[in-house]
């Protein structure tokens, strides 16, 4: 994911509503849009960012898409947009966040601005454990003198340290977003990222 522009594709059964959300967020995002669920599917593959996803639509509904989505392990991010109140069946369901109809222009960037910022983070995050467990092997299986003498640990360990500023950066914008202020604030006590 990238967070110059993003590319979104709004899924939306009504073509003026449709529209309507391209027209708001034309000059923010990357924007493609479907008027159905099998239309949606057509569309979707590995450069689409984020998906805006009606729920309620004929033919294939935005759960299906949805599943659909998560089975092809396509990497973006879903919020659902939609005039249904969400129920208990959410718990189960596999989209990143869900926006209750009417929506404004606002409320529709701040939700691909922040599934773009979480998407970073996660993509960090990746990162970072993978060189921490990398560093860990290093660390016992090789000696202390090995690893002063080796180039490549030098710049392990220098990459560990850039990336853990950015994750923590990445951390500190998701925190100054009022929506997940309290559970990232949670998650970042009960962290255990590695020094």
């Not at 009504?14 to 599917?41: K, R």
């Amino acid at each position: 994911m990238t967070t110059e522009t993003p590319s979104v594709l709004i899924v939306e059964d009504e073509p003026d509503l449709a529209n309507l959300y391209a027209a708001w967020l034309g000059g923010e995002c990357d924007v493609e849009t479907a008027y159905d669920g099998n239309e949606a599917l057509d569309a979707i593959d590995e450069d689409i960012d984020v998906v805006l996803l009606d729920r309620r639509m004929p033919g294939l509904s935005g759960d299906t898409v949805l599943d659909t989505i998560r089975n092809r392990s396509l990497d973006c991010r879903v919020a659902m947009v939609t005039a249904v109140e969400p129920d208990f069946d959410i718990i189960e369901m596999g989209f990143d966040d869900y926006l209750v109809k009417p929506v404004s222009k606002k409320e529709l960037i701040r939700i691909i601005e922040q599934l773009v910022l979480r998407a970073m983070y996660d993509e960090q995050l990746q990162e970072f454990f993978a060189l921490a467990s990398k560093k860990a092997l290093l660390d016992d299986q090789k000696t202390e003198a090995e690893r002063q003498s080796s180039q490549e640990y030098a710049e392990l360990n220098d990459r560990i340290a850039v990336l853990r500023v950015r994750v923590n950066d990445t951390v500190q914008e998701l925190l100054e977003q009022d929506g997940y202020r309290q559970l990232c604030q949670d998650i970042a006590r009960e962290s255990v990222i590695p020094k």
